[in-house]
């Protein structure tokens, strides 16, 4: 095709098969992922085992994550704060349940310079121990109430198996901290934060999640109840999205967090955690990537658009020009665009870099297409061709971006219906979660040692329990088979 055309001295099949040297995702999902992450740039293995470097292409992602999510936190009342990195041991084990669900986790800083601490301080596993010690000062009365706060922060999990995005030994989140007069506002805002994450994750990430509780063996240490989002990937295992807690009076009791309530009475509060973390990127690389790499979703792509000038006879001083000003018109339109004008590599070359980068939608300009006042377009969502007018391209192209979104969507929800199953019969279960994996909905008793049994056999344990119990009367447990209490999601996990 003339389009790839050859620079002196290099073959341009040999160029390309460099950037497609991607092992298929279909032969072998987990090193599809690590060698995506790799070569698009996105982190990287930092010296130490089980951290990463994000880099500017994955972080790129990161803030556009940041940017819609904090958007939305603010629009729902919460500010956000910055609580300190170092946790004093004896705040951590003021909650036995919380310090137990972290023991194994926590990284600990024993000396200070050249003197050893007097008492040893945790590096953030999470925060509610040190939240909870400062919400105690603050909260006095019912008109300090509610507090919303959110923090952008990192935290340190000493994880034993590790992999980028997905577990690292430390990540960057959001962890939203709230206190309320009631358990009932505590619960609403529970609820709403799963509704804000789920909105937010279909509409910028396109990816569809299964919003439910977890079981109470699965919830965060010290928490009442939690709910989490759980979404497909394209190997049919579940990855946790998002969790949203409701801590009830747990920590506001040992911290002593009070206030006056109208009638003169000392109340405790009640209290809300939740958080997403850099793991939101390891889900759109794990639902929309393909074989040639990354499938970014418009909304968080860190470059929306990229221009490719075909480098044909005198193009610098034919294409170039347009393409640049092309690149202006669409900056000016607030679309992140990039042009692609380095010298050194071809057109064909760039095209398959940009594929595997994932950016949705590129476009050629060459010489035809100047003198034909148009450029080509490249959907990476479906790769079809159309040919556009110079003339009205910023809106052409935030349509097409508008569409690729949807589209990402639509594929990704299809997958997940595809994918999910109800049985209630464990023969018919087992067969499936071996052949086709996905999610598993079944009925179930409510009892641990039947998830328990059942997540010994088959790997797949239950993800959420719906928030609307959709047991039919008379269904029977998967795995006892006495009286079903409600249906469950199961699926294997990362
Ligand atoms: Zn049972």
Redesign the pocket.
Known sequence: MSRNSTRAGRNVAEEERLVKQVSPKSEDFSRWYLEIIRKTEMADYAPMKGMMVIRPYGYGVWENIQRLLDRRLKAAGHANAYFPLFIPESFLQKEMAHVEGFAPEVAWVTQGGRDELEERLAVRPTSEAIVGSMFAKWIKSYRDLPVLINQWANIVRWEKVTRPFLRTTEFLWQEGHTAHATEEEARKETLDILGIYREFIETELAIPAVAGRKTDWDKFAGALQTYSLEALMSDGKALQMGTSHHLGQNFSKVFGIRFEDKNQALQHVWQTSWGVSTRLIGAVVMVHGDDSGLRLPPAVAPVQVVIVPISLGDWKTTVLPVARRVEGELLRAGIRVKLDDREEFTPGWKFSDWEMRGAPLRLEVGPRDVKERKAVAVRRDVRGKTSLPLDTLPETVNRLLGEIQVGLLEQARAFLADNTRFTDDYEEFKRLIESRRGFLIAP??G?RE?EEKVKQETAAGIRVIPLEPESEPGEL?L??G?KSESRAYFARAY
């Open positions: 179930w008793c009892a039947c447990c795995a006892c006495r």
